[in-house]
């Protein structure tokens, strides 16, 4: 009792459950998920140093045998942001990744927003319940393929799972953070609310995936009771450090709402975390009794030689996509890339101007020989290539607010014909009326590679009669 009492008290201060709370009681329930992997699953010893998808198999797998001496029941669910985003989730449609969730039988896989070009093959091939938290202007599902929730698998308990993508928070709050299209489909809005056959009922768990948790001492409480007229029961969430913040694994493992919040991380070093809530039955409800923030390393878990050599499997696909594109006397920063990146995109046809974001310059290029995974790691967008048509006045107010850098060929009438990659286009588009997007090519990645490859004097920037424009600097 005493036990109970004191782990009570942590929770309610928002901590971590105690340690000898899993000890005191044990689970009926152990929820497991991972979150915004940014399909940095690799063949080991290929081009990431960094590689903790095998301690999450080995972790799982050992929680799995741990759970069936116990009869406690595993649910294994990712929140979304973790099929796309690397050179080799690019190099396989994604399909690195679907291998992983499919050997790892997760129950659900949640679509981010970085999710929003997956291959419809590819999330037809994965076996667990696929969920999206966007809708298109008459309330369907986005893409047609997913749900907004879905009962799971899991034998002799109904389990319902949610997706969800931002709270309550509203994408005039944060323009830049909210997808204005996702699966080719314009007009999106994220879901908020979840009708009540959506629920797993009184005698099943109900989860709520919430990709991007902001500030977990500021509960939204409409949103929250709202989530509980829906019938949710725990939520499983994700928070992305900001680089100047530390991380404090104590604080954020754990958030004593109603419902209860599990928080996974992103690691300022890239590293995956995985996150495990224990609960319990209380009556017609659940209760936490056990909350852990786990790096995925040696330390944690052994290495599943298994998931090794089910990735080891994509080596030569990544490896064909890995071409070399020329050698660069000297290494060159975000400055050179961005000029790089308006350069090419200034030789398309008709253009008289190009749109570019500092912001998605990642990483720099180094010295030598330049091949295309240091290319798509310092540019990891893969949306087409358009055109669309502005007026001056209109391109200078859209690259303001969103803080894109313009280049614009000098005496240019008015209005332009503006490229630049599809990302970029929507976000404007949602601002304005009337701009309509033409496609120039499918990938921008592969586009600008062949570019580059073909025309290595791109990286000494714009061409003769070209000018850039800064943000919010009218010429």
Known sequence: MLVRLICALVLAAGLSACPDSRRAETPDVIVLHTGR?????????????????????????????????????????????SLTGSFAAHATDSRNMAAFFNALEYDAIALGNLDSDVPAETLRSIHAKILTPFAD????????????????????????????????????????RFPASFAGVAGIHPVRDYGPGESAGADGLTLLTWMKLEDPASPPPGFLENLRAAG????????????DEREVWESSGFAAWNPPVSINILRNNGGFVLARLDLKRDGNGWRA?????????????????????????????????????????????????????????????????????????????????????????ALPWTSPVVRITLAKADLERAAASLGLVVAIADG????????????????????????????VAPSEFDWFVGRLTADPSLVCGLPSGWSVVEPGVSR
């Open 232 to 243: 949710v029961q725990a939520i499983a969430a994700h928070r992305v450090y900001g680089a």
């Open 289 to 377: 009794i056990g909350q852990q923030l786990i790096p995925m390393t040696a330390n944690s878990a052994p290495a599943d030689p298994a998931i090794e050599n089910e990735i080891a499997r994509f080596a030569p696909a990544i490896a064909e996509k890995d071409i070399r594109i020329l050698v660069l006397g000297q290494a060159m920063g975000s400055d050179a890339i961005l000029r790089t990146c308006l350069a090419a995109l200034a030789t398309i046809p008709d253009s008289q101007a190009a749109l570019y974001s500092r912001e998605a310059v990642r990483a720099d290029w180094p010295a030598g020989e330049l091949r295309s995974s240091a290319v798509f790691n």
């Open 137 to 176: 202007a008459a309330g369907n599902p986005v893409p047609p393929s997913a749900a907004f929730a879905a009962r799971t698998g899991t034998p002799g308990l109904p389990v319902a799972v949610m997706a969800n993508f931002y709270g309550n928070v509203s994408p005039a709050k944060f323009p830049g």
């Open 37 to 81: 992997m940014r399909g940095n699953v690799y063949p080991l010893g290929m081009m990431a140093p960094l590689q903790h998808y095998p301690f999450i198999a080995g972790y799982v797998k050992a929680v799995r045998e741990e759970a069936a001496k116990t009869g406690a029941k595993v649910v294994l669910l990712d929140l979304g942001d």
């Open 412 to 439: 240019s009438a008015d209005p332009l014909t503006v490229s630049t990659p599809a990302y970029f286009a929507d976000q404007i588009a949602a601002r304005l009326d009337g701009v309509r997007p033409s496609v």
